[in-house]
């Protein structure tokens, strides 16, 4: 079974608006990380966000938040006020404490529309 | 700091050579890994080190060997390169920052064509 899913292969988004690219994550343990990534087309792996299975908030760093919905094992990445500059593949990720794994998603190709 | 370096960026084989791609990270990291990205498949781990003599196969390890022999070095060799191996490979390491939260740096890529 896919330990990350990510369903949307490709969204559009007008620039200024908000967006939220799906993840979904399969796994029994209770402690847990999640990640998620982003790859502009220059192909470097940038770290956006991080969530801890324990948090109780929903991690926020700058424009971009995470929305943890945990009994449904979510989590989205919203960004907020999108700019040309966040066009890219974004990747979520998860690795559970006690493993040794990080494992992604599919990825989702966000373009910004000017 | 370089943080992690790969090399080299871009690399053409035939099929049936063998190469070593190399990874090296100056920032102490006990935890390296190699991953594969095709499209449409994400980035799938092909093997991974928890710290220096320590390696262990990760989801798609066939066809690649690794050794760890030191902290900061974590090559990933390509016995007989096949078709199927024309990829972009990057290297990662992490290490951890405290309740579970690991941060990983990657590499630059390397995008390798077997012809």
């Known amino acids: 079974a896919q330990k990350i899913t990510q369903t949307q292969p490709g969204m559009f988004v007008q620039e200024k608006e908000a967006v939220t690219l799906d993840c979904t994550y399969d796994?029994?343990?209770?402690?847990?990380?999640l990640f998620w990534y982003k790859q502009p087309s220059s192909g470097e792996m940038i770290f956006l966000i991080y969530?801890?299975?324990?948090?109780?908030q929903n991690a926020t760093e700058g424009r971009y938040s995470l929305n943890f919905q945990k009994a449904r094992k979510s989590a989205n990445l919203v960004i907020s006020a999108s700019q040309l500059g966040d066009s890219a593949m974004y990747f979520c990720?998860?690795?559970?404490?006690?493993?040794?794994?990080?494992?992604f998603g599919t990825g989702t190709s966000l373009t910004v529309i000017p | 700091n370089a943080g992690v370096t790969q090399t080299p960026k871009f690399q053409v084989l035939k099929t049936g050579q063998s190469m070593t791609l190399q990874c090296a990270q100056d920032?102490?990291?006990?935890?390296m890994s190699w991953y594969r990205q095709d499209p449409g498949m994400g980035l799938r781990l092909i093997h991974y080190?928890?710290?220096?003599?320590?390696?262990d196969q990760g989801e798609v390890p066939n066809g690649y060997n690794v050794s760890r022999s030191t902290t900061e070095d974590f090559p990933l060799r390509l016995l007989s390169a096949a078709p199927s191996q024309t990829s972009v490979y990057f290297c990662?390491?992490?290490?951890?920052?405290?309740?579970?939260?690991?941060?990983?740096?990657f590499g630059p890529g390397t995008r390798l064509t077997v012809t």
């Open positions: 990662a390491s992490s290490y951890l920052l405290g309740q579970g939260m690991y941060e990983q740096y």
């Open positions: 796994t029994s343990d209770q402690s847990y990380g």
């Open positions: 969530q801890g299975s324990y948090d109780e």
């Open positions: 990720a998860m690795r559970e404490y006690g493993g040794n794994q990080f494992y």
């Open positions: 920032m102490n990291h006990e935890y």
């Open positions: 080190s928890v710290g220096a003599g320590i390696t």
